[in-house]
């Protein structure tokens, strides 16, 4: 969504909303849509990277959603047509950790044109003495 709609619906709000991936079914599902656009490197995603003091700042537009986020950490915002104003969803959240940085990473290497992290192109761990044949 560009800027101007950002403008649009940020209107008026004193405050951000705090979301968490388990609070919401809306939430969930758009984290997933974003990740799985992006994957498959949907036509309609469009996705840009510029440098920030504290981490890449990551700007990612698709059919219905858009996310802003910084790849050192920190919130994630997110806005689509699912749900009203711009949701605030925190990055340190224990149990999504690890899937927002590895979604923060994708749509970085999408940005600079590099393929998705593929697991199935790594190598199998080498032989170790205590293998048995």
């Known amino acids: 969504m560009p800027a101007s709609v950002w403008l649009l619906r940020s209107r008026g709000a004193a405050m951000s909303h705090l979301g ?14 974003v990740w799985c ?5 949907e036509p309609w995603v469009h996705v840009t990277v510029r440098p920030g003091t504290a981490g890449a700042v990551v700007l990612a537009e698709g059919s219905d959603w858009s996310v802003v986020v910084r790849s050192g950490g920190g919130p994630m915002l997110v806005m689509s047509e699912r749900f009203a104003g711009i949701l605030l969803v925190d990055q340190n959240d224990e149990g999504h950790r690890f899937e927002v940085v590895g979604l923060v990473a994708d749509l970085v290497d999408n940005a600079l044109g590099r393929p998705p992290f593929d697991e199935n192109s790594l190598p199998p761990p080498p032989r170790m003495p205590w293998h048995k044949d």
């Open 20 to 33: 968490r991936f388990d609070d919401s079914t809306e939430i969930a599902e758009v984290i997933s849509d």
């Open 37 to 41: 656009d992006n994957r498959v490197r």
